[in-house]
């Protein structure tokens, strides 16, 4: 497990963190169905025809304008973070949305009718405090939309954490062993519905995914460091050892086979190319027929699994729609 740094748990430690985070390539593309997904979701939420929007939490705004385009021509579209860089980067390459930082004055006093997060609660600092701020931002009539990990019960990655000494640690907020160090906690989705009940709130629907191909998808996909994690079994359960063991096998042949074509199209999405990433590129373009087939056949199977059981709550993310 990456160890919590103690430094996002204050507003100023949390704002300098990000700031360094967003001066490299952090979350500066994401993949193609992540968009498509969170498109799709958006779409599907019966949301008014006009309105104001806001991404809060909106990094450099990738997913801000993939909000913009579900939302239409008749909304109006704001995104803002606690980092300056972020929003720098924002509102350079998102021109059609307006961008700020949260303690911007200048916004402090607007309301919006519908508000949106994509993997930002599990990072901030004070989740009653952010309820609070969010809810200070939404009109007496208004929706939201919340997509994050999901710790319930029976999602793959929590039964692999389960059979782990230090799979799931209460002490921070349950995170899972192989969480990166920006994230804080991670809520189970009746966590979340009861955060947001203290402010009227109530869900009106929820989806979930990565109940198992998702959960592969994603594995094999990540970075070496989480690899890592899954890999390391110096803490397993005597009585799981030999199903961890099992599974450390599938995990690694798997991301084995995938890492060429990971690694090429990571790279080549970059809007800011410098010469290591045409290096990598370089190199890794030889071995990308062979290693594409099988990103394709995980990428099928995960989406076969969120159209089929995205009802079904034993999943490790989760999308969860708010109204009052």
């Known amino acids: 497990m990456e160890k919590q740094n103690a430094a996002l748990l204050n507003k100023d430690g949390s704002a300098a963190f990000y700031d360094a985070r967003y001066s490299g390539h952090y979350m500066e593309e994401w993949p193609e169905a992540a968009k498509a997904r969170v498109f799709e979701v958006i779409r599907t939420q019966n949301l008014p025809n006009v309105g104001q929007a806001l ?112 799979g799931i640690d209460p002490r921070s907020g349950n995170r899972f062993f192989f969480e990166d160090e920006g994230h804080v906690r991670r809520l189970t989705s009746d966590d979340l519905a009861g955060a947001f009940s203290t402010v009227g709130f109530r869900v009106a629907s929820e989806f979930f995914r990565n109940q198992y191909h998702g959960a592969i998808d994603w594995i094999s996909s990540s970075p070496r460091s989480v690899i890592r994690a899954f890999l390391d079994l110096s803490t397993a359960r005597e009585d799981a050892r030999s199903e961890l063991e099992r599974i450390r096998w599938m995990i690694l042949l798997t991301w084995l086979l995938r890492y060429p074509s990971v690694v090429f199209e990571t790279h080549l999405r970059r809007r800011r190319k410098n010469l290591r990433d045409f290096l990598l590129l370089a190199a890794t373009i030889p071995l990308y027929p062979f290693s594409k087939p099988a990103a394709w056949y995980l990428q099928s199977k995960a989406n076969h699994e969120w159209h089929l059981r995205r009802t079904e709550r034993n999943g490790s993310e989760m999308f969860v729609f708010l109204k009052r």
């Open 55 to 166: 991404d809060f939490g909106c990094g450099s705004g990738v997913m801000t304008e993939v909000l913009r385009q579900a939302l239409g021509s008749g909304w109006t579209v704001f995104g803002c973070d606690v980092s300056s860089v972020a929003i720098s980067k924002a509102a350079e390459l998102y021109p059609h949305c307006t961008f700020f930082q949260t303690d911007d004055p200048a916004h402090s006093g607007q309301r919006f009718d519908f508000l949106f997060t994509h993997h930002v609660l599990e990072h901030v600092y004070d989740l009653r405090s952010t309820v609070g701020e969010i809810n200070s931002r939404m009109k007496p009539a208004s929706s939201m939309l919340h997509i994050l990990p999901c710790g319930n019960e029976g999602s793959f990655e929590q039964r692999i954490a389960s059979m782990r000494s230090d």
